[in-house]
């Protein structure tokens, strides 16, 4: 059967026919549909061509939008088989590593030659080029494929800019730690790691340790130009156990911190509405009784409570 969509150009009159006839074969024809030639597909791609004068007619697929002469597809006065072959679609595709980028032709059509510009002035021939930036800024890569029947090009726009500065803070509950991302320069990717074998790529994770110790979190923040990496040490322990002693002058209590498990902040309750938050606080009592003293020892690592009464006597 002959090619679906083949249309045939008189080049004198302008008349243009379907290239079909119940054989199978295709008869060129005039206005009176008076056949003047004759040729016949072997397959898709390969036609034998029967007394097709050069330039006598155009072959027009007009699915594709190309338009053939004949002298493309025969040799003057005779006939003979040749191949028709369309022009390549030009594509492609891109790796970026900071400020410089590889390319990989992906266009369809076995194109013989390539021809790239990459929007700074710079071009090449190569199939597969790659290409480094020396400024950032917004460019248009240009891909040209093109073979013995012609050519298509295609574009794209990229970007190269500066990579992020990685940064972070954090807040500590007990064994478990809300992270922050804070990096500048407009990271798109981040990936942290927590110093025990976990890893996350959220940009603003929790993350909970199992046991005590001391571990190194890694952020590294990246985007198209490139990353950056930030590190800090983070002290898991255990809580503190709260204890406490004191002594007694009068009304006059004077209290004195025990607790062990490295403690770093201390909350008194005196047992008459007041409070501190010194480590060894003294207290004034302005009347007899029992009071029940509290003191809240706590650390990174959480938080322990201890009770003692405290008698005040006239």
Known sequence: MCITGLLIKHTKTNSVFPALNHRG??????????AFHSWCCVGLVFCMVVLIPAGAVTIDFRERGMTFPSDRMVSP??????????????????????NTLTFTDTSKGNPTAWYWTFGDKKNSREQN??????????????????????????????????????????????????????????????????????????????HSYVE???????????????????SESILIGSP?????????????????????????????????RKTSRVQNPSHYYSKKGTYIVTLTASNSAGSSTTSSSVVIIP
């Open 129 to 206: 080029p790659s290409h480094s930036y020396s400024k950032r800024g917004t460019y248009t890569i240009t891909l040209t494929a093109s073979n013995s029947a012609g050519s298509s090009t295609t574009s794209s726009t990229i970007t190269i800019g500066s990579p992020p500065f990685a940064q972070f803070t954090c807040v500590q509950n007990g064994k478990t730690l809300a992270f922050k991302d804070a990096s500048k320069g407009s990271p798109t990717a981040w990936l942290w790691s927590f110093g025990d074998g976990a890893t996350s790529t959220a940009q603003n994770p929790s």
């Open 77 to 98: 006065g005779g006939s003979s088989q040749k191949t028709i072959i369309f022009p390549p679609r030009a594509s492609f595709t891109f790796t970026q590593d900071g």
């Open 240 to 272: 503190p156990i709260a204890s406490f002693t004191y002594t007694q002058k009068g009304k006059s209590v004077t209290f004195k911190d025990t607790t062990t498990g490295n403690p770093t902040a201390w909350s008194w309750s005196f047992g008459d």
């Open 212 to 230: 005590p110790g001391t571990y190194t979190v890694t952020l590294t923040a990246s985007n198209s130009a490139g990353s950056s990496t930030k």
């Open 25 to 34: 074969c295709c008869n060129m024809t005039d206005k009176k549909r008076r």
